[in-house]
């Protein structure tokens, strides 16, 4: 990220699937007019399979371990994921500093601020080709 974007910080209570992803569309729909970059990391409050924005609910029928799970839709695209006992994050740039850099920039940028603050926080982070 550009070391003079400031960022907000916000650490969600653990939420139901529908909430978490009506507070992330929230967060993306003011992204348009935004001076400050977002991150957003959270919980659920319960098991949930969130489809890709693409993803046709039928896909749920190869997931059978989350037939008992709520089922929510997430605005970004990608695969189905069950969510259960993780820690998830979201983060949202303003629109014209999203569009400046390709989205894998971001992905990297992301992951390598993460790797160092759990780093600096001394705990265990094993290298991505080692995972």
């Known amino acids: 990220m550009t070391e003079s974007l400031p960022c907000r910080l916000i650490a969600s209570e653990p939420c139901s699937g529908a909430m978490n992803m009506a507070l992330d569309e929230a967060l993306l729909e003011s992204a348009a007019e935004a001076?400050?970059?977002?991150?957003?990391?959270?919980?659920?409050?319960?098991?949930?399979?969130?489809?890709?924005?693409f993803q046709a609910a039928a896909d749920r029928a190869g997931h059978v371990a989350s037939r008992d799970c709520d089922l929510v839709r997430r605005q970004s695209g990608g695969g189905a994921i069950l969510h259960d006992r993780?820690?998830?994050?979201?983060?949202?740039?303003?629109?014209?500093?999203?569009?400046?850099?390709?989205?894998?920039?971001?992905?990297?940028?992301?992951?390598?601020?993460?790797?160092?603050a759990i780093s600096d926080a001394q705990l265990a982070v094993p290298s991505p080709s080692s995972a």
Do not use: K, M
């Open 35 to 53: 001076s400050s970059a977002t991150l957003r990391i959270y919980q659920w409050s319960r098991p949930t399979l969130s489809l890709g924005y």
């Open 86 to 116: 993780e820690l998830t994050y979201s983060l949202v740039l303003p629109a014209d500093v999203a569009a400046a850099q390709p989205h894998t920039h971001w992905y990297d940028a992301a992951h390598q601020a993460l790797i160092a």
